[in-house]
């Protein structure tokens, strides 16, 4: 068993920057599809960023393709979401979650969610 706990998250000024973390004690989480899911007021929690098992290849939404970045550091058992120049419309509970599969976009894919990271971004 595998649970994800998210932390970074925070209040910052449209344009900055915050950096989210992912992390897991008892499980490799190299061996895990990774992914990043948001959720904002009234919306369904929609797809943000993933990295795959073991190749660590990356897929992004179209709405943050050049300002976020998701990586994985194996050393320290640690998958981010780095987060730029960050929109008001970036305002979400932001969730990490593992997959035993290589597909990466869909939430049923992912049986194993962390609680979750509140990301406000004020203009």
């Known amino acids: 068993q595998v649970q994800p706990v998210e932390s970074g998250g925070g209040l910052v000024q449209a344009g900055g920057s915050l950096r989210l973390s992912c992390a897991a004690s008892?499980?490799?989480?190299?061996?895990?599809?990774m992914g990043w899911f948001r959720q904002g007021p009234g919306k369904e929690r929609e797809f943000v960023a993933a990295?795959?098992?073991?190749?660590?290849?990356?897929s992004y939404a179209d709405s943050v393709k050049g300002r976020f970045a998701i990586s994985r550091d194996n050393a320290k058992n640690t998958v981010y979401l780095q987060m730029n120049s960050l929109k008001t419309e970036d305002t979400a509970v932001y969730y990490c979650?593992?997959?035993?599969?290589?597909?990466?976009?869909?939430?049923?894919?992912?049986?194993?969610w962390g609680q979750g990271t509140q990301v406000t971004v004020s203009s």
């Open positions: 979650a593992a997959a035993d599969s290589i597909r990466a976009r869909s939430v049923s894919e992912y049986a194993h």
């Open positions: 008892g499980r490799t989480l190299r061996t895990y599809t």
């Open positions: 990295i795959i098992r073991n190749s660590g290849s990356t």
